[in-house]
């Protein structure tokens, strides 16, 4: 993803040192260039910074007749400079703060609406900062408990850091809040960090081997789901029926789900005997490793190797005889 454009260019250390010593020699003359070791371009490249941050004046002539540049105060830099964008912050908050309560005011009739409700029982979202501010305003209205479904293996450190902050305001008002992830998430350290602090605020956190999907439910009223064909999109569902369904099958997932218990190198972990038999049972379907990495939430190199010791267990030298022998194994096991 591309970096975002910036208003203003960052100071580079070259930028630093020449006006460093414009501020001590009272102005930049060429003469600086030699003194700081710099070529006459990149003197110029940082003076042509340093103007555009309003750290540099052009000065007339001096003593010998040439022009210069004069330091700027930095305060009275950033005075002159971000006045204007500071400016234009706080009227496009304001406008937007505008938009957002004159929206809020049609809330209330899209709530009542019962008819509309009935033919549209349900709202596809395509942009990922529109699902962002919804789940956000969701999570803040939420009454009583939140279900979230979280398969494909460890989240990033950024996006637990986020959640944390919104799902602890939200267990403080007394919200009940349980958690599925993957029985990999447990090998991953950011995520056991987030789920000890999060389980000491009051949540509840448990793993399986495969989850079901994607899903969080507020109060058994409102479900997000992802979109079937926007990546960044999802679907909103409020269908009574269909919320009950997708809840009933979280809660059936929440029952075969063991304790979230983070896996060390130094203690066994019986998840990871979870996974492997959940590797044979794929692999007894020809399921490739692609499709078994993100069955199970985990990158494909591990599962690779889990592949390849479950291949050793079974006592095959192929994927095809070990998909052979698992299908034997399961189905002597189905007659005992």
């Not at 007749?65 to 971000?82: C, H, K």
């Not at 899209?110 to 008819?115: D, E, H, R, T």
Request: aromatic letters at 6%; one cysteine or more; hydrophobic letters at 45%.
């Amino acid at each position: 993803m591309a970096e975002p454009e910036t208003l203003f260019p960052a100071l580079a250390d070259n930028d630093v040192r020449v006006f460093q010593w414009a501020a001590a020699h009272g102005r930049l003359a060429p003469g600086a260039a030699g003194e700081l070791g710099l070529t006459a371009e990149e003197l110029e490249r940082s003076a042509a910074v340093l103007q555009e941050l309003h750290l540099l004046r052009p000065l007339p002539g001096g003593p010998d007749g040439e022009p210069g540049l004069a330091a700027v105060a930095p305060e009275l830099a950033a005075a002159s400079l971000l006045a204007p964008a500071e400016a234009e912050l706080r009227r496009r908050l304001a406008d937007a703060e505008r938009v957002r309560a004159e929206l809020a005011r049609l809330a209330p009739l899209y709530a009542q609406s019962g008819s509309r409700r009935a033919v549209e029982p349900l709202d596809e979202i395509l942009e990922l900062d529109t699902v962002i501010d919804l789940i956000s305003t969701l999570t803040a209205r939420c009454r009583a408990e939140v279900l979230t479904c979280q398969p494909g293996g460890p989240r990033a450190p950024h996006l637990l850091e986020q959640a944390f902050a919104r799902d602890v305001a939200m267990i403080r008002r007394g919200v009940r809040m349980r958690t599925l992830y993957q029985h990999t998430s447990r090998r991953h350290p950011p995520t056991q960090e987030y789920v000890q602090r999060i389980t000491a605020a009051g949540a509840e956190v448990r793993t399986l081997t495969a989850l079901f999907g994607r899903m969080i439910a507020f109060d058994r009223e409102t479900v997000i789901i992802p979109h079937h064909d926007a990546y960044d999109g999802a679907v909103v569902v409020r269908d009574p029926s269909a919320v009950a369904y997708l809840c009933a099958v979280f809660d059936h997932s929440w029952t075969l789900a063991d304790s979230y218990t983070p896996a060390t190198q130094a203690q066994g972990d019986s998840s990871l005997d979870e996974i492997k038999q959940a590797i044979i049972r794929l692999l007894a379907e020809g399921m490739k490793d692609e499709m078994i990495a993100r069955r199970l939430g985990m990158s494909l190199r591990t599962c690779r190797k889990h592949i390849a010791e479950s291949m050793e267990t079974l006592g095959a030298s192929s994927r095809f005889q070990a998909g052979y022998l698992a299908r034997a194994r399961f189905a002597l096991s189905e007659r005992l």
